[in-house]
């Protein structure tokens, strides 16, 4: 349902007011799943670097459990950061009161049949009055 004219000026003005509160901006910016996936990827390519280094160090000094060890820990700090930048695109996070939920597939189906089902309902749910 479309909004009044009076109802847009007064969305319009408290999204001006809102823009101009700093307090709010970081507010909404720490509450943000894609801030928190992106602060994630950095430490996970800090901790590869170190891993790197590990590695490096344990082959210069001979001593393959330490190399290994550098190599685990880049493979793990590698695996985490794909699942963070695959948890930071996903269309599913939502940002309501500082808090995340992603939807669950059902019953089983594969993840491809899930979405299309999904967009199939939404575009059900948000088709004009007049088509029912």
């Known amino acids: 349902m479309p909004l009044s ?3 847009q000026r007064l969305f319009e ?4 007011s809102l823009a101009e509160d700093p307090k709010f901006a970081s507010a909404v ?5 894609r801030f928190h996936a992106r602060r994630r990827l ?3 390519a800090g901790v590869i670097i170190a891993g790197l280094a590990l590695l490096v160090y ?3 000094i001979k001593t393959p459990p330490l190399a290994v060890a550098g190599f685990v820990v880049m493979l793990a700090s590698a695996a985490f950061a794909v699942q963070s930048h695959r948890r930071g695109q996903s269309p599913d996070l939502h940002v309501v009161g500082g808090t995340t ?4 597939s059902r019953g089983g189906r594969s993840g491809r049949r ?3 089902l999904d967009r199939m309902e939404d575009r059900w ?3 004009p009055e007049g088509h029912r």
């Open 125 to 127: 749910r948000q088709r």
């Open 58 to 60: 344990g082959a210069v």
């Open 42 to 44: 950095l430490v996970a």
């Open 29 to 33: 910016r720490a509450s943000d799943p």
């Open 101 to 104: 939920s992603r939807r669950r």
């Open 5 to 7: 004219e009076h109802e």
């Open 114 to 116: 899930s979405s299309i």
């Open 13 to 16: 003005q408290i999204e001006r």
